[in-house]
C-alpha cells in the first residue's frame, strides 16, 4: 500500500491497505497506515475509524501517535471533544511530546478553556525553552496570543506577535491574528 501511494496509484494502495487489515486484524502498523493513507485522501471518517481501531492494541510501541492522529482525525470531522480526549491520552502516553501539547492547547482554545489551554500550552513553552532544536511555529505562536489575549497579558502578547511577525509574515496565522488585532477580539 505504501508503495502503491508512493507511485501515485491511490486505488491500488487503497486496495492493499484493505487487504492487509482484513487479512489480518490485529496489524496494528497496517491500520495506522491505511488511516494515514485515508486521512491523506480526505476521508476522514474512516481514517477515524482505523485510527480508533489501533488505538486498541495496548501493546503497539507507538499508541501516542496513533492518539494523535485520531485526534488530528476528529478535528476534521469537527468533534472537538473527541479531538481534546484523543490529544489528552496521546500526552499521557508520550509524556508530553511538543506536538501533542501544541494541539490539546489549540483545542482547548476553541473550546474556550482558556485555563487548561495555559497549563498545557505553559509546558509546551517550558520545552522550547530547554530544548535547542524545538522552536516555534507559527500555529503554536498564534495559540500563545490567543491565550495571552484571553489573560490580557500584554507583555506576552506582544512578544509572540513580534516573533510571529518577524518568523512568519506571511503565514496563516499571521493574517488570522491581524485580523484578530483590527476585529478588537
Known sequence: ??????????????????????ADGSYTRGRVYF????????????????FAKASEDTAYKDRSGVF????????KLG??????????RAVELSRGEARTLLSLARVLVEQG????????????????QNTPRLVHSAESLYTGIRIARHFQDRDQ??????????????SEEYQQ??????NGQ
Open 1 to 22: 500500500g505504501l508503495v502503491y501511494s508512493a507511485e501515485g496509484d491511490e486505488r491500488l494502495s487503497e486496495q492493499s491497505f484493505k487487504n492487509a487489515v482484513s
Open 35 to 50: 488511516g494515514a493513507f485515508l486521512y491523506s485522501q480526505g476521508d476522514y471518517d474512516k481514517a477515524r475509524a482505523q
Open 68 to 75: 494523535y492522529n485520531l485526534g488530528l482525525t476528529h478535528e
Open 79 to 88: 468533534n472537538l471533544e473527541q479531538a481534546e480526549q484523543a490529544y489528552r
Open 113 to 128: 478553556d482558556y485555563s487548561a489551554a495555559s497549563r498545557y500550552y505553559s509546558r509546551l513553552q517550558v520545552m522550547i
Open 157 to 170: 502578547e506582544a512578544s509572540l506577535a513580534l516573533l510571529l511577525k518577524n518568523e512568519f509574515a506571511e
Open 177 to 182: 491574528y491581524k485580523v484578530l488585532v483590527s
